[in-house]
Antibody, heavy 120, light 106 residues
Framework: EVQLVESGGGLVKPGGSVRLSCAAS????????MSWVRQAPGKGLEWLAG????????FYADSVRGRFTISRDNAKNSLLLQLNSLRVEDTAVYYC?????????????WGQGTLVTVSS | VMTQSPATLSVSPGERAALSCRAS??????VAWYQHKPGQAPRLLIY???TRATGIPARFSGSGSGTEFTLTISSLQSEDFAVYYC??????????FGQGTKVDIK
């Protein structure tokens, strides 16, 4: 059974940093592209960043480029998202999602999400 | 940009629901649809505009190409009341979602 379990969320002050993790199991992690998607309170889904199965190709949304860094550790079946220079508007539930193939066109499995709250 | 309509659709159980998604430029058939319930992980329903994902009931169907897409639920069940999102993966980054259509009980 495919499982994606996010962790690392919590309360962070504006300007602060947090690192999110996504533990993957039930599939060969190194064969799939992965992404992070978020949902702010009362809002829709927003794709943030994605990377290919090998981690060679990395893509970001303009809203987070330069502040967020996506990475993966295929040896540990883990996807990471480093969030820096956080703003109040970054408050959201952050989901990791598995791509359909070696890249990340659409998402066939999602985690339950981890909540990041940015507030003073 | 992906634009979904209506924002909210009120439907009685057993009725048919048709959700619309419009792309600002042609995306071919590179569209996926997701179902999202509060507190749960989003669930892939449709990819390639019309291919049902594994385990998705036949009452869910997708159609369209270019700029106009439709998700149809042929006979709404109680478990289908949720928010539905379309997503394009033709021209990216960024991968973009519509703003969602909430299907609630009439």
């Amino acid at each position: 059974e495919v499982q994606l379990v996010e962790s690392g969320g919590g309360l962070v002050k504006p300007g602060g940093s947090v690192r999110l993790s996504c533990a993957a199991s039930g599939f060969i992690f190194s064969r799939y592209g992965m992404s992070w998607v978020r949902q702010a309170p009362g809002k829709g889904l927003e794709w943030l960043a994605g990377l290919s199965h090998s981690g060679v190709y990395i893509f970001y949304a303009d809203s987070v480029r330069g502040r967020f860094t996506i990475s993966r550790d295929n040896a540990k079946n883990s996807l990471l998202l480093q969030l820096n220079s956080l703003r109040v508007e970054d408050t959201a539930v952050y989901y990791c999602a598995r791509g359909d193939d070696t890249t990340t066109n659409y998402f066939d499995f999602w985690g339950q999400g981890t909540l990041v709250t940015v507030s003073s | 940009v992906m634009t979904q309509s209506p924002a909210t659709l009120s439907v009685s159980p057993g009725e048919r629901a048709a959700l619309s998604c419009r792309a600002s430029q042609s995306v071919g058939t590179n569209v996926a649809w997701y179902q999202h319930k509060p507190g749960q992980a989003p669930r892939l329903l449709i990819y390639g505009a019309s291919t049902r994902a594994t385990g998705i009931p036949a009452r869910f169907s997708g159609s369209g190409s270019g700029t106009e897409f439709t998700l149809t639920i042929s006979s709404l069940q109680s478990e289908d009341f949720a928010v539905y999102y379309c997503q394009q993966y033709d021209k990216w980054p960024p991968l973009t979602f519509g703003q969602g259509t909430k299907v609630d009980i009439k």
